[in-house]
């Protein structure tokens, strides 16, 4: 008996020791996350108008020159991804639900059949990744990794979003890749975080937006607005469009990182939760194995006197 309660015991200061952790966690990640809902909420207005504002000018029947809004019909036979993942776990499913998701966009843009991503037609997919356990998970996967990005969600700045979109657009309007897409989770509450993958370049049209749609305003929806260019149309553009995808991207990331801290709090209180059940649980054990003992030390006294008497 005396040998069951020790390791009871023990396992008791263990895993109250692993509470006071995941608990601690579990406060710090709520204070990230304030401050992370309050980034998405703040910016997503600016870059949802951003969006409708791209989506409208795709829309105008005019003869458009900018290569960022260029369907191409020949194919080069490529996209790029910019998959967006955390460089921390513990957050429950968080990295789990993008790699499915990230999976089935693969498996619907490649058939399953093909083996390292490339399709019968040799179309094949690059990836950029954000993220160590999305760099962990592209290694696993066999990605066509171009370039990693680390320790780049944990306090994103717009400055650093530059070289990533500037990639991407070069990439683009090199005629490297036919579309570049973003792949993150969005914020949609404390609870509840959606992973998208979201074509970016070029702009996609109204029956391509799917559930992105659900973003746009009605009035977005309907047929575009006149606009009037002040300075030249092309000088504007040069300048306007480059920003909106740094836009993008950079609401992606913070979206992401909002989804994560969510993620991590919730699991942090899940796991402190889980530890006070077992700790309750460890300590009724340890109480009846206490008391068993207890009523079989008295059981031999009263026998051993009765033996005497």
Avoid at 101 to 113: G, V
Avoid at 249 to 266: K, T
């Amino acid at each position: 008996m005396a040998g069951g309660t020790k390791i009871i015991q023990h396992r008791i200061r263990s895993i109250s020791n692993t509470k006071k952790i995941t608990k601690a966690m579990k406060m710090v990640s709520a204070a990230k996350m304030r401050k992370a809902t309050g980034n998405v909420l703040a910016t997503r207005p600016y870059s949802n108008l951003a969006w409708d504002i791209i989506g409208n000018l795709s829309r105008i029947k005019e003869d458009w020159t900018h290569p960022l809004l260029t369907f191409r019909e020949k194919k080069t036979g490529k996209s790029l991804v910019i998959l967006i993942t955390s460089d921390k776990g513990l957050c429950g499913g968080f990295n789990a639900q993008m790699f499915r998701e990230t999976k089935h966009f693969i498996s619907r843009f490649n058939p399953p059949s093909v083996v390292g991503g490339r399709r019968g037609g040799g179309y094949s997919l690059d990836f950029i990744v954000l993220g160590k356990k999305g760099e962990s998970f592209a290694h696993r996967e066999k990605l066509g990794v171009v370039a990693t990005f680390e320790n780049l969600t944990n306090n994103p700045k717009f400055v650093n979003i530059k070289p990533i979109a500037k990639m991407a657009m070069d990439g683009f309007v090199n005629g490297v890749y036919d579309e570049v897409f973003t792949a993150y989770t969005d914020y949609i509450s404390t609870l509840v975080q959606k992973p998208r993958v979201r074509q970016l370049l070029p702009v996609i049209k109204d029956k391509d937006l799917g559930e992105i749609g659900a973003k746009l305003t009605a009035d977005s929806l309907q047929p575009a607005a006149e606009y009037l260019f002040e300075p030249e149309k092309s000088e504007l553009l040069e300048m306007m469009l480059p920003k909106i995808v740094e836009t993008q991207i950079y609401q992606a990331i913070l979206e992401s990182v909002a989804s994560e801290q969510s993620a991590r709090m919730v699991a942090m209180q899940n796991a402190t939760d889980a530890a006070n059940e077992m700790v309750e649980d460890l300590k009724f054990t340890y109480n009846k194995i206490r008391q068993a003992g207890i009523t079989r030390e008295i059981s031999e006294i009263s026998a051993g006197k009765a033996a005497i008497e």
